[in-house]
């Protein structure tokens, strides 16, 4: 019997390790197995063939019970897009799931089996789809640190014109790089849908807010990149954990996107990167500016600390923009596509005004060299880049999205955290001075 009581009791301690997170996922890879090699070479090795295997082998949909008990365990506003999505009527949410239960599904054919088996359901399919993944565990679940995890759910594997090459296959992965949606959990916070414009609302409230003290957040997103290492992250406080929780959510994200076309190429992760690297310049500013295109005028851009709301399905001409002026937000960098065509114009990303944050970053780097000439100097030592000179934010996108750079940097690694964030803190003692010559037009 006392043996029997030992063996229940290291079970128990096995299965609250293994489900410690608030989904009760006990599919979770833990990101720090992975030291040592930088997130593109976790991404390729690991990260991307987890996310194709759930794409073609598809995975299990849970209890009713469960997937009930995850709804209780997401953000508030996860939650209230899924019962939106139910009419507020959790009965039909159970009877959907009692159908579904222990059937294999993915990506492609969960949003049809809604539609089959709750025909009331149809025109929510995909949202309530999205949802069914994430409740069921039906994706890459990564474990940073203690109680921060990201979800990243229903990702296709990416269009290849060799292999999908029948009608039906073609129009099954036309859209991949459109597929999926990546939540974060962090302590003292349910699971929520990190995207770009969510991500970057909390960011700028968390540089700005903490704006003396955000080098232990800086420190840790280099380490991450370039040594798959988040062992420090407790140093920074909870909100600090879960603004990078959700930075690595939707980078693992755009990595994956990345990486569809089986090449890697400057895409969506280098414009949340680069966006995320300058929130510490608009740390140190009296008030958000940045560069926005003018809506009167698409062809000049303008530094600013007052922006027009947009809206989608616009073109530029046509005034894309509400007209309602407000103050400048770091999410502005989010924006609709301009184009006027119906498939493109209500996709929206950072990648977006990547015209408009990478004149910011010329500008400062312009600055930074003149002033503080070593400490650029000491910062592009590190980069694996054909040219280095120029936009240094640029440089770190070239530097990590780079099949060329080591898959292992070594101490390397730290060494360009240390003098990244160096550089980082002074462009935010800067971003004044910097500002004030850009208004006068003498930056």
């Known amino acids: 019997m006392k043996h029997l009581f030992i063996l229940l009791l290291v079970f128990t301690k096995l299965a609250s390790a293994q489900v410690e997170n608030n989904l009760n996922c006990d599919n979770v890879l833990d990101f720090t197995k992975y030291k040592g090699t930088t997130f593109l070479n976790f991404m390729e090795q690991k990260g991307k063939p987890?996310?194709?295997?759930?794409?073609?082998?598809?995975?299990?949909?849970?209890s009713s019970r469960q997937v009930l008990e995850a709804l209780e365990n997401v953000d508030p506003k996860v939650k209230r897009k899924v019962i939106s999505?139910?009419?507020?009527?959790?009965?039909?949410?159970?009877?959907?799931?009692?159908?579904?239960?222990?059937k294999t599904v993915d990506l492609y054919n969960l949003p049809t089996l809604i539609a089959k088996a709750e025909p009331k359901l149809s025109r929510n399919r995909y949202n309530l789809s999205t949802f069914v993944g994430l409740a069921s565990c039906g994706g890459l679940i990564m474990k940073f640190a203690p109680g921060?995890?990201?979800?990243?759910?229903?990702?296709?594997?990416?269009?290849?014109?060799?292999?999908?090459?029948?009608?039906?296959?073609?129009?099954?992965?036309?859209?991949?790089?459109?597929?999926?949606?990546?939540?974060?959990?962090?302590?003292?916070?349910?699971?929520?849908?990190?995207?770009d414009k969510a991500y970057l609302t909390d960011l700028e409230k968390y540089v700005v807010r903490h704006s003396d003290d955000i080098k232990d957040f800086y420190l840790n997103l280099f380490a991450a990149l370039g040594n798959s290492d988040t062992t420090y992250f407790s140093s920074i406080d909870k909100e600090?954990?879960?603004?990078?929780?959700?930075?690595?959510?939707?980078?693992?994200?755009?990595?994956?996107?990345?990486?569809?076309?089986?090449?890697?190429?400057?895409?969506?992760?280098?414009?949340?990167?680069?966006?995320t690297l300058l929130a510490a310049f608009h740390a140190g500013q009296e008030s958000l500016e940045l560069f926005f295109r003018n809506p009167n005028?698409?062809?000049?851009?303008?530094?600013?600390?007052?922006?027009?709301?947009?809206?989608?399905?616009?073109?530029?001409?046509?005034?894309?923009?509400?007209g309602k002026s407000r103050a400048a937000r770091l999410y502005d960098y989010w924006q609709f596509?301009?184009?006027?065509?119906?498939e493109h114009c209500r996709r929206s990303g950072i990648n977006i005004t990547k015209e408009e944050f990478r004149k910011l970053g010329e500008i400062i780097s312009k600055y930074e060299r003149k002033m503080n000439p070593q400490l650029v100097k000491n910062l592009e030592s590190h980069f694996y880049v054909k040219n280095?000179?120029?936009n240094v934010f640029l440089q770190a996108s070239k530097h990590f999205i780079n099949p060329y750079t080591p898959k292992k940097l070594g101490k390397e690694a730290y060494d360009l955290a240390e003098d990244f964030t160096k550089f980082l803190l002074q462009v935010r003692s800067d971003a004044k001075e910097i500002s004030k010559l850009i208004k006068n037009g003498e930056l």
């Not at 596509?337 to 119906?342: I, L, Y």
């Open 50 to 62: 987890i996310l194709d295997r759930y794409a073609t082998k598809g995975y299990p949909v849970r």
């Open 85 to 102: 999505a139910v009419g507020k009527d959790k009965n039909l949410l159970v009877s959907l799931i009692d159908k579904l239960e222990g």
């Open 148 to 195: 921060n995890y990201a979800y990243n759910i229903h990702y296709g594997t990416g269009y290849n014109p060799k292999i999908h090459n029948t009608p039906e296959l073609k129009e099954k992965h036309r859209k991949d790089k459109q597929t999926g949606r990546s939540f974060g959990e962090a302590p003292g916070r349910f699971a929520n849908d990190a995207s």
């Open 240 to 275: 600090g954990q879960a603004v990078l929780t959700d930075f690595l959510a939707v980078y693992t994200a755009e990595q994956a996107r990345n990486l569809m076309d089986n090449k890697v190429s400057l895409h969506w992760d280098a414009a949340l990167l680069e966006v």
């Open 297 to 322: 005028n698409s062809r000049e851009i303008l530094f600013t600390d007052s922006v027009l709301n947009q809206a989608p399905c616009r073109g530029l001409e046509e005034g894309r923009v509400s």
């Open 337 to 342: 596509s301009s184009s006027p065509s119906e």
């Open 388 to 390: 280095r000179g120029g």
